[in-house]
């Protein structure tokens, strides 16, 4: 159909804290309201806003290209607030747009509550849906430019620099490149919604609530792998055997992996999902 063909998906209707992904749509929205040479002033309230180093301080300027590579490569909290303020006036302005945006992009279960992804208020979105905003995102040249970037310095219109190295650690991957947004919270834990080329399309996979990073990063390579070879998600489903070469005693609450270590059995694929095909 129009949104592509799922390849596999476990509770992807499942309303969970987006975190940072929500950045992605902080970013579409802004980029249709401003230019991207345009300056931004750090508010007082920006500057305030809780985030990850590098904090920007208030009254320091950056250009919105600027911001937009803080916000999305490196999730800074405060580059999201201001461009939310420069594009709207207010943040609780700019997140009406937000929501007008996701429903645009034809999501059913997302409501944002801020431009940064900060657990304030009800937020929530679902691996489904995220897909959906990264396959919009996509067609935003400059976000899939900023996305693929490893490593960028930006600077203060003052001359201050700041260098940046993309919290997506799977742009430094040898055999396959995935580009994404990665998001954190104590309560949304370890999320990422990411995207890669393949021969056959353009494959989008989405994680929420992985319990760490490693966990996030394994278990979106293993959703990469059945975008590259769709017949794995059969066997995801598939009963486990054991030496014996009886079928394994499994509840059915359980999520089994055939042909993968025990080690290797990911509980984050229960909120995933797989999309491709356009």
Request: proline share 4%.
């Amino acid at each position: 159909d129009s949104f592509g063909t799922v390849l596999y998906a476990k509770y992807p209707k499942a309303r969970l804290a987006p975190a940072s992904t929500v950045k992605l749509v902080t970013a579409m929205v802004a980029i249709d309201l401003l230019k991207t040479e345009e300056i931004v002033r750090i508010s007082g309230n920006a500057g305030k806003v809780r985030t990850i180093p590098p904090r920007l301080q208030p009254d320091e300027e950056f250009a919105v290209i600027d911001l937009l590579n803080l916000a999305l490569m490196k999730s800074i909290n405060q580059a999201a607030v201001a461009l939310a303020e420069a594009a709207a006036g207010s943040e609780e302005a700019f997140v009406v747009l937000m929501n007008q945006k996701a429903q645009e992009i034809g999501t059913r279960d997302t409501l944002f509550a801020n431009a940064s992804g900060l657990p304030t208020g009800k937020q929530y979105s679902t691996a489904s849906d995220l897909a959906l905003i990264m396959k919009a995102a996509l067609s935003y040249p400059l976000i899939k430019d900023i996305l693929a970037k490893k490593m960028c310095i930006i600077s203060t219109t003052a001359g201050r620099e700041i260098f940046l190295e993309n919290s997506n650690h799977l742009l430094w991957e040898d055999q396959t490149v995935i580009i994404g947004k990665t998001g954190y919270t104590g309560n949304a834990r370890h999320c990422f919604v990411g995207a890669m080329d393949t021969d056959n399309g353009t494959v989008i996979t989405a994680v929420l609530g992985a319990r760490s990073r490693r966990n996030l990063w394994k278990a979106t390579e293993m959703l990469a792998e059945i975008g590259i070879h769709p017949e794995l998600a059969l066997l995801l489903e598939a009963p486990r055997t054991n030496r014996g070469g009886g079928k394994a005693n499994v509840k059915k609450s359980k999520q089994v992996a055939a042909g993968v270590g025990k080690d290797q059995v990911m509980p984050d694929f229960q909120k995933s999902w797989v999309l491709r095909g356009f």
